[in-house]
């Protein structure tokens, strides 16, 4: 799998925590990336080009991303595990360097650099209070 997309996810998903407090919901990647999102705010009123921008912005800090694993105990000091399994006792986090931790299994790059340029497409009201957004990289 091509690892852009999915550290672009933890990117999108961390500007959108931190500007909208949502709630992070499940995620695919094919040639383009979803993520979709709960909020009480609609969404749809975003500026796409605002979140691009500021995506690519953190993109272009050339972020170091680290994994490792953490006992489950470790872990959920310092990151949310709601979407891991209970029985999952190994944590593996994706670390991106002083902007975003989270608990991932994905492929992600080791800089963000190498993601080049994305491209938000796309945001879509999918349910109540759920948001679907598309984004893919620039090439
Ligand atoms: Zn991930």
């Not at 029985?87 to 080049?116: L, M, Y």
Request: glycine share 2%.
């Amino acid at each position: 799998m091509d690892p852009r997309l999915p550290t672009a996810e933890h990117i999108i998903a961390k500007i959108l925590e931190d500007r909208f407090d949502v709630k992070v919901g499940i995620c695919k990647f094919d040639d383009i990336g979803l993520l979709e999102v709960y909020s009480r705010l609609d969404l749809r009123e975003v500026v796409l080009e605002d979140l691009e921008n500021q995506t690519n912005k953190i993109i272009s800090n050339n972020l170091v991303v680290k994994k490792y694993i953490l006992s489950r105990e470790e872990a959920e000091k310092e990151v949310d595990l709601r979407k891991v399994p209970k029985k999952t006792q190994e944590i593996r986090i994706v670390d991106i360097q002083e902007f975003d931790k989270r608990p991932c299994a994905d492929n992600h790059v080791d800089n963000t650099s190498e993601i080049g340029k994305i491209r938000i497409k796309s945001v879509e009201r999918v349910g109540k209070d759920r948001y679907r957004f598309l984004f893919e990289t620039n090439d």
